[in-house]
């Protein structure tokens, strides 16, 4: 079944992206409430990176299949107190939203690892209920991340509050940004946008890199642990 799921999203990403004439699009499985052999099925098909969004929920699963060596990501709010916890556990943050996070995170990953890749988080239509920094706050935590060795600026991410086909707009401010940052900072190179309802649109306004979940492993049957 997995694997089936797989094939198709694949063969969705490859159209929008031979469309959008861009380059190699990521994709990064989202496995929130997903079991470790649901998430295993998915990486002997091939997938190697996945998201999770609980910092607690992840570390049980990141442990149960270490031996796989999974690529992992954290794209769910990242709370001062987990901090120490996620940049142990994750290859990539990419929810960072504030400059307090940046300092302590750097601190945090073990000097034995490769640096902690991060996205800036961006609440682009300004949504109150959603988490992410306001546009004008961008240029201040890209400097913020530059200066830390520990920490490497990759690029940014969103979840836009719109309804999916109204997404158009908040993707375009997006891909605005990305390059605005891409002049500044030669090692950043994605752009995190688009889910499961809207990752074509988000393809075709430049995403490198979707995060899916549900068109996956499809509907999530329990709801996360804890509401964010
Ligand atoms: C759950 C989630 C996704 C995946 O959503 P689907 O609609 O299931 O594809 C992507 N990004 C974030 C931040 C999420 O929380």
Known sequence: MSHVLLTQVLR???LAETAAALD???????????????????????????????????AAKITVLAPLALEWHLVGHLQSNKVKQAAVLFDW??????????????????????PLNVLIQVNIDHDKNKHGCS??????????????????????????????????????????LYQQLQANYSTV?????????????????????VRIGTALFGERTSPPPSAP
């Open 12 to 14: 969705d990403i490859h």
């Open 24 to 58: 190699t699009v990521r994709l990064v499985a989202i496995s929130k409430t997903q079991t470790p052999a649901a998430i295993s099925a998915l990486a002997h098909a091939g997938q190697r990176a996945f998201g999770e969004n609980y910092v607690q929920e992840a």
């Open 93 to 114: 943050i990419q929810t960072i939203d504030r400059p307090k996070l940046i300092p302590l995170l750097a601190k945090a990953r073990p000097a034995k690892r490769e």
């Open 135 to 176: 546009p004008d706050q961008v240029a201040v935590l890209a400097h913020a991340i530059a200066t830390e060795p520990r920490l490497c600026l990759r690029g940014l991410m969103t979840i836009p509050s719109l309804p999916a086909d109204q997404r158009g707009a908040p993707f375009t401010a997006m891909r605005d």
């Open 189 to 209: 190179d994605t752009l995190s946008m688009g889910m499961s309802a809207d990752f074509q649109l988000a393809i075709h306004h430049g995403a490198t890199l």
